[in-house]
């Protein structure tokens, strides 16, 4: 296997527009490049080999932040792009608790963090962990603002509407912007498939898809997924779907061994054929886990 090449940290992350008042902040899916080191870490072996994206909602000089990032260096660099847009109010909304998502926070610190109650919850849970975790996640800054269920806010003249959704993780918040038609969905929805990280919670998941896809968003912004997608306005509702018959597929495995030995690109054939959902090779290795961990419950 060839030497993976270790790139300066935020040196690799680019700002797309997917819609004018929309930054993207991207970073990850370099073939043979890593951001932290060359031992295993959540850094390189999570996100950045998968690509990752958090985004800023800008409407003349307000801005709402959704997720901080992977480290401190990119969050700086956001805050940098965002300064030098002119924008002068800033406040975060943390989609979930998993450290590629609150990586940045202190570079936020004098911002209003937003985060729901079962995500302040999380964070104080594994506190010691993501301080201790390699990179460290040191100090974590806590959310300064908690809710506790469906919240309007404003950003300019832009409606925002935060929505709590148990998929992926019991306290993922996806938020939208109804005048724009688009869906900010965190981890909630990823492209191709999901991580599975709450795998006994799974049924739950399948119906929180079919809730928000009633919704009837037509653009997806995940914060995985192919930048060039992304670039260009982000998903459609097909990925919901995609995404319901991927975790149904893979409850099924309890039952069918055949479909447990399958690899990605097998499994989800028919998805890579319509081009609903996209191949990618790393993925490959989430998928083999996704399996193990629904084969090992009760």
């Known amino acids: 296997m060839p030497q993976s090449t270790l790139l300066p940290l935020g040196s690799t992350m ?20 890593r951001a932290w080191s060359s031992a295993p870490n959540w850094l ?3 996100a950045y080999a998968l690509g990752v994206c958090v985004y800023a909602i800008v409407d003349g000089d307000d801005a709402l932040v959704y997720d901080t990032h992977i480290s401190l260096t990119h969050a700086r660099l956001m805050r ?24 940045g926070n202190e570079a936020f610190a004098d911002c209003e963090i937003i985060a729901l109650d079962r995500t302040e919850k999380a964070l104080a849970a594994h506190r010691e962990a993501l301080e201790n975790g390699d990179p460290p996640i040191r100090p974590l800054v806590m959310p300064s603002r908690v809710i506790s269920g469906p919240t309007p806010l404003q950003v300019g003249t832009l409606r925002v509407e935060l929505q709590p959704a148990e998929i992926h993780s019991h306290d993922g918040l996806i938020l939208l912007l109804p005048d724009l038609g688009i869906m ?13 990280a709450e795998p006994a919670r799974l049924s739950v998941h399948v119906e929180e898809l079919k809730r928000i896809r009633e919704w009837g ?23 919901i779907d995609a995404t319901i018959r991927y975790v149904k597929k893979l409850l099924r495995t309890r039952d069918d061994m055949s ?40």
């Open 184 to 196: 900010l969905a965190g981890d909630t929805l990823e492209e191709p498939i999901t991580y599975v």
């Open 259 to 298: 479909l447990a030995d399958q690899d990605l690109s097998t499994f989800v054939a028919e998805d890579l054929g319509t081009g609903a959902l996209s191949y990618f090779g790393p993925y490959e290795e989430v998928h083999a886990n996704n399996v193990k961990k629904v084969l090992a419950l009760p």
């Open 44 to 46: 390189d072996d999570g």
């Open 80 to 103: 940098h792009t965002l300064d030098q847009a002119g924008v002068r109010n800033i406040r975060v909304v943390l989609s979930h608790w998993h450290d590629d998502h609150v990586a």
């Open 217 to 239: 968003y037509q653009r997806i912004l995940p914060n995985h997924g192919a930048p060039d997608v992304i670039a260009t306005g982000g998903y459609g509702p097909t990925l």
């Open 14 to 33: 680019r700002v797309l527009r997917p819609h004018p008042n929309i930054y993207a902040f991207y970073d990850g899916r370099i073939e043979g490049a």
